[in-house]
T-cell receptor
């Protein structure tokens, strides 16, 4: 299995620019998660999709952040406009949720975003 | 809402020594519990999980964890640490009502292994 694939692995941009992070979940998984990891706040859930539908977006910081999942094999997290405080490592994770209880999430390698 | 506490931010052990990383959770019922490991520059890898049944759970890389309901703990152990175990370790809890159970991660414990 290829695992969860994220691109780019590193992104450096200037404040005010649009940033798009991409994720390809594990084939057959029906749940997808976007997390943000910083030294100050640790690992935070941003948004959760099940069967391509956003279920929980309570962690999305503000309107500058948006996420889409147009199909089962692709998701994007967009920041527009970006700010220096958005600098973090962004992880995508996927799982197979069969209903009731919980499941095991498999993480991608992350995208390290630096906003200057 | 559930929460997870990892009281040790940083731990240093000698190679070959035993290891115990502490994790305490807060939730009214029995949660689902996980330990993940993160090597530098990498994503999180699942070490083990507890959903139900035997309270002593075996994982990969020789790790085990014990669920203790009375102490609301899920401590991770390894009898003999290898230099390659140096990484950051995260405890996580999944809990909630309804069909979706949100996973909450602890702040992590960074493990240093000295020769």
């Amino acid at each position: 299995d290829a695992g969860v694939i994220q691109s780019p692995r590193h992104e450096v941009t200037e404040m005010g620019q649009e940033v798009t992070l991409r994720c390809k979940p594990i084939s057959g998984h029906n749940s997808l998660f976007w997390y943000r990891q910083t030294m100050m706040r640790g690992l935070e859930l941003l948004i959760y999709f099940n069967n391509n539908v956003p279920i929980d977006d309570s962690g999305m910081p503000e309107d500058r952040f948006s996420a889409k999942m147009p199909n089962a094999s692709f998701s994007t997290l967009k920041i527009q406009p970006s700010e220096p405080r958005d600098s973090a490592v962004y992880f995508c994770a996927s799982s197979f949720y069969s209903g009731g209880g919980t499941d095991t999430q498999y993480f991608g390698p992350g995208t390290r975003l630096t906003v200057l | 809402a559930q929460s997870v506490t990892q009281p040790d931010i940083h731990i240093t052990v000698s190679e070959g020594a035993s290891l115990e990383l502490r994790c305490n959770y807060s939730y009214g019922a029995t949660p689902y519990l996980f330990w993940y490991v993160q090597s530098p520059g990498q994503g999180l890898q699942l070490l083990l999980k507890y959903f139900s049944g035997d309270t002593l759970v075996q994982g990969i890389k020789g790790f085990e964890a014990e669920f203790k309901r009375s102490q609301s703990s899920f401590n991770l152990r390894k009898p003999s640490v290898h230099w390659s175990d140096a990484a950051e370790y995260f405890c996580a809890v999944a809990a909630g009502s309804g069909g979706y159970q949100k996973v909450t991660f602890g702040t992590g414990t960074k493990l240093q292994v000295i020769p």
